[in-house]
């Protein structure tokens, strides 16, 4: 299967006769088979990878549709093709199969009483990023080499090791492969095949922090999860919002005074589409297609000849049969597919291929912007688009598919939530909106420009989560000001400020690892300026998130300068978000803010300067704020909330605590008596849902014992003996002792 002779006048041809041979090759799913793909131009190389990556690490039929009881089911399941970086500081890539391996082990399936079930097969590892040694060391260098030869017996059977079932691709220019032949002559003979792709070099030096992973895209921006998915690829963006000090768990020290912190939640983001075309099936040149078959199924599909595999099979498994049999939303993708099949036929011309290719990413595309964005319908959507550049890589749409494409793989990292996928998807939608912008002039497209700019910042806020956060949060700030150099508030003052909104947020996260007071500050500003173009009339939702946001900086801001004034001025922005996020409107949002108030009043009320009169009134202030956080949490059914119930249940409890043990507390025995009950019934709840954390199901015990303690020291032994009668019984053999 080698292949050495690469000078062709044709090189697309070439490359994609070398690609689908590759693809076929690892599509055999075979084991211990080790592959060489050699390729000196990067962005091709991208290419490559890309389409691999998307169309085997979960093919469908083999992965997506797996029987459950006779029945199929879409669920994303583990992954037949695994992408990974080579590490430059230690180049080892069996040591990183193996550590991937012991992080995602194959699952378990078809386990039963009677039966132990059998393990996924182990994916094939695709590995790149060799050609980035050439910049390293003659050490790290050696090191690599030193490694593949070491690797040898994991290949020849001589290693007892579960990675000897697995098969790899491993990707080097050409300089390298000639290294490898010379200096690794064993692990050379080991290999199944080489795979060689035309291309002009790509200088290495020029972009040291080349993110080199995967590349092909298209267009979309930034918005609040409090919508839905939906609204994610709406034309207008929506603002991001840093849900941090809702989180705030208050807690004892040493010296049984309360401290408190807050662990920080990253705000979540949406991207922004190029607007659709105002006509689905207008891009293809219809007097070049012939009228399609109305009897056309599934099944004709199936024995279709030009068009790939994998995209036929995407399409199959999108299809509803009785939809289709009313020729509804799934005839269209039917019929443009059998268009395309006859564009193959007719040999037409690669600009008109790419047209049809294009038509059908913008059905699927239509079909995820109404919500739609399943697993198969992502899918579909990306090759299709591969498909119309690599049929047309100079069409003026490039930029726009380049941006959409980045936002699809963008939306892959959360199907499902974090998965071990997650951030290769990041990282491949940060190549796309890259090469967006090397094919975007800012000056003549400045719309686009700024919209894959604010793409890029949501992209970096995210790949923050996985790795580097500071590093990337401050990509992100990069990317969201070079945007708004060309969105201005003249041109579209709503994308202006959804943008300064996304800025803030990313200020506000960057302050969370450096320079928090000048960082901090900064996202006030952006936030400010952000509300000037809010009208809390026209947008009342957005205008009190954005002054929640502004709230929760004060709130950070507090912690490292000014306190008593940044957290008054929390306070006052806080209440007036509460005029706009209501209990009517956005219950959720609304309790969020409430927690957040709380922990504002309670921190104030903890400052050495404030006097004993404004504490009590402060602790009741608190008291009230998590009680109305809390009663619209129980309220809403089946919403996640954006924050820690359990968190704001202790804190109430530690808030009553507080107010009656304050030597300031003039109430009467009964009055001490109901917010020590308040304190330990709370208390109590916190403790039902943290029976799965240890660590934090001990602090609760901890405020429990000292609940009772209270109750003694206030009110004798009655009182004692009342706080342990509320007590689960189950619970008194681990209090008594600590009493």
């Not at 839905?228 to 040493?254: K, M």
């Not at 996304?502 to 952006?526: E, K, R, S």
């Not at 502004?550 to 300068?561: M, R």
């Amino acid at each position: 299967m080698s292949v050495n002779d690469t000078a062709h006048s044709n090189n697309f041809a070439w490359n994609r006769q070398v690609y689908h041979r590759l693809k076929l090759a690892l599509s055999l799913d075979l084991r211990r088979q080790l592959f060489l793909a050699v390729c000196d131009d990067l962005h091709l190389r991208n290419q490559v990878a890309a389409r691999l990556h998307s169309t085997l690490a979960y093919p469908v039929g083999q992965v997506l549709y797996q029987p459950l009881h006779g029945q199929a089911i879409s669920t994303p399941a583990y992954p037949r093709l695994v992408t990974l970086r080579l590490n430059l500081s230690d180049p080892n890539p069996i040591a990183q199969i193996n550590q991937w391996l012991a992080n995602y082990p194959p699952p378990i399936v078809g386990a039963s009483k009677d039966t132990p079930g059998r393990p996924l097969p182990i994916p094939t590892f695709q590995i790149v990023g060799v050609e980035q040694l050439t910049k390293q060391s003659v050490a790290v260098q050696r090191s690599f080499l030193h490694h593949l030869r070491l690797g040898e017996q994991y290949f020849s059977g001589q290693e007892s090791s579960r990675f000897i079932e697995s098969s790899v691709l491993l990707w080097v220019s050409r300089p390298w492969l000639s290294a490898i032949q010379q200096s690794v002559p064993q692990f050379w003979r080991w290999r199944t095949g080489v795979f060689m792709f035309a291309g002009e070099p790509t200088p290495t030096t020029n972009n040291p922090d080349y993110p080199e992973r995967f590349s092909n895209s298209r267009s979309l921006d930034l918005k609040n999860l409090e919508q839905s998915i939906l609204d994610e690829l709406d034309e207008s963006v929506i603002e991001t919002e840093p849900q941090g000090a809702d989180v705030t768990e208050i807690i004892f020290d040493d010296d049984s005074n309360l401290t408190a912190q807050t662990p920080v939640k990253p705000a979540e983001k949406e991207l922004e589409i190029t607007p659709a075309p105002s006509k689905l099936l207008k891009t293809v040149p219809h007097q070049q297609l012939s009228t399609a078959r109305s009897s056309s199924n599934s099944s004709s599909l199936s024995s279709l000849t030009h068009v790939s595999k994998e995209l036929k099979e995407l399409v199959i498994a999108t299809i509803n049969p009785k939809i289709a049999q009313d020729r509804g939303d799934n005839w269209q993708p039917q019929q443009v597919l059998l268009e395309i099949e006859e564009l193959h036929s007719q040999q037409a011309s690669g600009e008109v291929l790419a047209a049809a290719y294009h038509q059908l990413g913008n059905l699927y595309r239509f079909r995820i912007e109404q919500g739609q964005s399943n697993l198969e319908n992502l899918m579909v959507a990306i090759v299709a688009y591969q498909e119309a550049i690599a049929y047309d890589d100079a069409s003026p749409q490039l930029p726009d598919i380049l941006n959409d494409l980045g936002t699809l793989y963008w939306m892959l990292h959360r199907i499902p939530p974090n998965s071990a996928e997650g951030q290769t998807y990041i990282e491949q939608g940060i190549e796309f909106y890259q090469f967006a912008l090397k094919s975007i002039s800012p000056q003549t497209h400045p719309e686009t420009y700024a919209r894959v700019q604010n793409n890029l910042g949501t992209a970096y806020g995210d790949l923050a989560r996985f790795s580097q956060p500071a590093e990337n949060w401050q990509q992100a700030v990069s990317a969201y000001n070079e945007a708004l150099c060309y969105r201005t508030a003249a041109i579209d003052p709503l994308k202006y400020a959804a943008c300064q909104n996304n800025l803030g947020t990313a200020y506000w996260h960057l302050g969370q690892h450096n320079q928090p007071v000048v960082h901090l500050q900064q996202a006030i500003a952006a936030y400010n300026e952000a509300l000037v173009h809010y009208s809390p009339e026209q947008e009342p939702l957005k205008y009190g998130m954005i002054q929640n946001n502004i709230g929760t900086a004060y709130w950070n801001l507090a912690q490292y300068e000014q306190p008593a004034q940044n957290l008054k001025l929390a306070i006052d922005v806080y209440r007036e978000a509460l005029k706009y996020r209501t209990p009517a409107n956005v219950p959720s949002a609304c309790a969020a803010t409430q927690n957040n108030l709380g922990t504002a009043y309670w921190h104030l009320a903890n400052l050495s300067e404030t006097t004993k009169d404004v504490r009590q009134a402060l602790l009741k202030l608190c008291i009230h704020a998590y009680e109305e956080a809390i009663a619209l949490a129980h309220s809403l059914s089946n919403t996640s909330l954006n924050f820690d119930l359990f968190a704001a249940y202790n804190n109430l409890g530690l808030a009553h605590y507080q107010l009656v043990t304050d030597q300031s507390f003039a109430g009467d025995k009964a009055t001490r008596s109901q917010h020590l009950e308040a304190a330990l019934n709370n208390h109590l709840q916190a403790l039902k849902g943290l029976r799965q954390q240890p660590e934090a199901y001990q602090t609760t015990l901890t405020y429990i014992v000292k609940t009772i303690r209270a109750f003694h020291n206030e009110l004798g032994i009655q009182g004692q003996n009342l706080a342990l009668s509320k007590v689960p019984g189950y619970l008194i053999p681990e209090i008594l002792p600590k009493l």
